[in-house]
């Protein structure tokens, strides 16, 4: 079992940064590949980012490639997602999850926190 707490989000206006945290506990944190997928308002979750295992290779949605990225840390047990030049369509709820594989499919995502929100104010 792996348990997820998201942190991080809040208001900003557009243009702006944010740096999200997940942290993670439970099961050895280095087994998993660790995303980020968002939710915005009447909308589906859509997948925002990935990194492997081993922290080197990372995949990006193309609406934040360029914008975001997404890290590890092996020491606090933590990914992050750093946000820059927001736009107001940015605005969801984030959410952090662990795969057993590398994969940008939801399906795919064997653990989930329960998000945080990101407002960007235009």
């Known amino acids: 079992q792996v348990q997820l707490v998201e942190s991080g989000g809040g208001l900003v206006q557009a243009g702006g940064s944010l740096r999200l945290s997940c942290a993670a506990s439970?099961?050895?944190?280095?087994?998993?590949?660790m995303a980020w997928f968002r939710q915005a308002p009447g909308k589906e979750r859509e997948f925002v980012a990935v990194?492997?295992?081993?922290?080197?290779?990372?995949t990006y949605a193309d609406s934040v490639k360029g914008r975001f990225t997404i890290s590890r840390s092996y020491v606090k047990n933590t990914v992050y997602l750093q946000m820059d030049s927001l736009k107001p369509e940015d605005t969801a709820v984030y959410y952090c999850?662990?795969?057993?594989?590398?994969?940008?499919?939801?399906?795919?995502?064997?653990?989930w926190g329960k998000g945080t929100l990101v407002t960007v104010s235009s």
């Open positions: 990194i492997t295992r081993s922290g080197y290779t990372t």
């Open positions: 999850a662990a795969a057993s594989r590398f994969s940008t499919l939801e399906n795919d995502m064997n653990y």
């Open positions: 439970g099961r050895t944190f280095s087994s998993y590949a």
